[in-house]
């Protein structure tokens, strides 16, 4: 079984800007994922370096995706997981305004290479249809090895299909708000047809103004 998580950390801080980092760690500790794709990341000396940060307090491996030069560093995307790493590559997405990036990476799980793909999408909606259009197209024309995809989509209303299910419309919950304060899903964890996705949850608490999203999965040949 394999537990993934997605979580927008909101550069560590909750919906009313009070550092939060710490107790976002301990949630990160207490949901024991085997990946963990974080988005709204700082790497720089001005905010912390919170990707090695918090993959220090894990023990975890770290691979960081830079999608905009910030305070002498960079911010953007994370990948955390306690498996090895094979690769990692930052892939550029479209943008009208401010860079996006989706970071794919392959890690050694259980005998297996397997693909994870973390990605957050624009606010504006002309940019993100560009980045949608780009996700399927790789998508399709990647399709041979077990992936999942996640991130911070931006919008209520995504789909990957016919190439990747939505692990919430899976188990019926897609009506389940990510980011509370506002009663919208913005993030989403997507999983190609390789995978039995035995569970979907989301963790009850607001340290950031996301909540993580939770997959269980099983591969079907496993």
């Not at 491996?61 to 790493?85: D, K, Q």
């Not at 340290?207 to 496993?222: M, N, Q, T, Y």
Request: hydrophobic share 40%.
């Amino acid at each position: 079984m394999l537990r993934a998580v997605s979580y927008n950390i909101h550069s560590g801080r909750d919906l009313f800007w009070r550092k939060r980092l710490e107790q976002m760690i301990q949630a990160m500790k207490e949901l024991n994922a085997d990946v963990i794709g974080l988005q709204e990341v700082h790497q720089n000396p001005k905010y912390g370096y919170q990707a090695d940060f918090i993959a220090q307090q894990l023990n975890y491996e770290v691979v960081f995706a830079p999608s905009i030069p910030l305070a002498g560093g960079f911010y953007g995307n994370a990948f955390l997981t306690r498996h090895p790493f094979k690769d990692a590559t930052v892939i550029q997405l479209p943008a009208k305004r401010e860079k996006r990036t989706m970071l794919a990476a392959t890690i050694s799980w259980s005998g297996r290479d397997i693909s994870v793909w973390n990605t957050h999408c624009s606010l504006n909606q002309a940019s993100r249809s560009m980045q949608l259009r780009m996700l399927k197209e790789l998508a399709a024309e990647q399709s041979g090895i077990p992936r999942l995809i996640m991130g911070d989509f931006n919008s209520p209303s995504i789909s990957l299909l016919p190439y990747y299910a939505d692990c919430a419309v899976v188990h019926g919950k897609e009506n389940l708000p990510t980011i509370p304060a506002f009663r919208r899903r913005l993030d989403y964890i997507f999983a190609s047809g390789h995978w039995n996705v035995c569970s979907y949850d989301l963790y009850p608490y607001t340290w950031s103004d996301h909540l993580p999203v939770i997959v269980e999965l099983r591969l079907e040949d496993a």
